[in-house]
T-cell receptor, first 118, second 109 residues
Framework: GAVVSQHPSRVICKSGTSVKIECRSL??????MFWYRQFPKQSLMLMAT?????????EQGVEKDKFLINHASLTLSTLTVTSAHPEDSSFYIC??????????????FGPGTRLTVL | DAKTTQPPSMDCAEGRAANLPCNHS???????VYWYRQIHSQGPQYIIH???NNETNEMASLIITEDRKSSTLILPHATLRDTAVYYC??????????FGTGTRLTVIP
């Protein structure tokens, strides 16, 4: 159980285009989904926290107008990289969790999406 | 986000136990010690977590010192598939996961 999928696994796009990445919890309902970014040879950096049905909370330094997050259902969150540029090329990883009061339960991670912007 | 310190890299012979240390001298009473690993170009995988007591599951054992200022993740019989970056993370239930730089474990045939 606790499987999280991402689609696509790999995407190459031209500079200036927008790219949408989907994150799905396949066998549980995720009240909260997290989006991370990982540059080569670096650790994961949390970009934003998304609760179902409400606006995402972005970490400092992450542009909310550039990285649009939608969490419209308990099993699906999407990250749209708008007007992508080469510096946005990275490995994007989502995770899904359930929330109990003020606490989060275990986070289960997706396999990641490698974005290359030409 | 609380701080942990891990060695940047370690090697382990295949079939032997891999012992990965983590220092967390500023841990507070309600913080759990979590371990994740990330195999190259994949998402992180949960391994184990604990608060005070030692824990064991099908993947690994977690030994936490009595003062909770350090811990050790033990992979009892390392295989080549255990080659990965291992992250030690402190977390309360209300906190997000903040990944440090981790330990790159290489299992050698």
């Amino acid at each position: 159980g606790a499987v999280v999928s991402q689609h696509p696994s790999r995407v190459i796009c031209k500079s200036g285009t927008s790219v949408k990445i989907e994150c799905r919890s396949l066998d549980f309902q995720a009240t909260t989904m997290f989006w991370y970014r990982q540059f080569p040879k670096q650790s994961l950096m949390l970009m934003a926290t998304s609760n179902e049905g409400s606006k995402a909370t972005y970490e400092q330094g992450v542009e909310k107008d550039k990285f649009l997050i939608n969490h419209a259902s308990l099993t699906l969150s999407t990250l749209t990289v708008t007007s992508a540029h080469p510096e946005d090329s990275s490995f994007y990883i989502c995770s899904a969790s359930t929330r109990q009061g003020a606490s989060y339960n275990e986070q289960f991670f997706g396999p990641g999406t490698r974005l290359t912007v030409l | 986000d609380a701080k942990t310190t891990q060695p940047p890299s370690m090697d382990c012979a295949e079939g032997r136990a891999a012992n990965l240390p983590c220092n967390h001298s500023t841990i507070s009473g309600n913080e759990y010690v979590y371990w994740y690993r990330q195999i190259h170009s994949q998402g992180p995988q949960y391994i184990i977590h604990g608060l005070k007591n030692n824990e064991t599951n099908e993947m690994a054992s977690l030994i936490i010192t009595e003062d909770r200022k350090s811990s050790t993740l033990i992979l009892p019989h390392a295989t080549l598939r255990d080659t990965a970056v291992y992250y030690c993370i402190l977390r309360t239930g209300a906190n997000n996961l903040f990944f440090g730089t981790g330990t790159r474990l290489t299992v050698i045939p």
